[in-house]
């Protein structure tokens, strides 16, 4: 079995700022990749940002040069520091990771339950 669990969210004015947080736990042997997604409401779950083990990062660009994603391959968990935020950020943002849980097994994709960000004065 394998959890993933966010944590970190809330409300914050407009130009605040707010880390975000995913622990993966469970039988793993090796995680390729983070990433973030959010889904505003009425609208699609759409893409945030996308860390890999060796540390390289994508961002859409909504989020390039306010958002920043780290990883720590040690814990399995990442985050997401949220900066310079807009109304339009308000959404739930879900962790996801892309993670063999054994020697030999296909990555495959685990995703969290959400956490509700709102950016609102």
């Known amino acids: 079995q394998v959890q993933m669990l966010e944590s970190g969210g809330g409300l914050v004015h407009p130009g605040g700022s707010l880390r975000l947080s995913c622990a993966a736990s469970?039988?793993?042997?090796?995680?390729?990749?983070m990433n973030w997604y959010r889904q505003a409401p009425g609208k699609q779950r759409e893409f945030v940002a996308r860390?890999?083990?060796?540390?390289?990062?994508d961002y859409a660009d909504s989020v390039k040069g306010r958002f920043t994603v780290s990883m720590d391959n040690a814990k399995n968990t990442q985050s997401l520091q949220m900066n310079s935020l807009k109304p339009e950020d308000t959404a739930v943002y879900y962790c996801?990771?892309?993670?063999?849980?054994?020697?030999?097994?296909?990555?495959?994709?685990?995703w969290g339950q959400g956490t509700q960000v709102t950016v609102s004065s």
């Open positions: 996801n990771a892309a993670l063999a849980r054994y020697s030999g097994d296909y990555a495959k994709i685990y």
């Open positions: 860390i890999t083990w060796n540390g390289n990062a």
């Open positions: 469970g039988s793993i042997f090796h995680i390729n990749a």
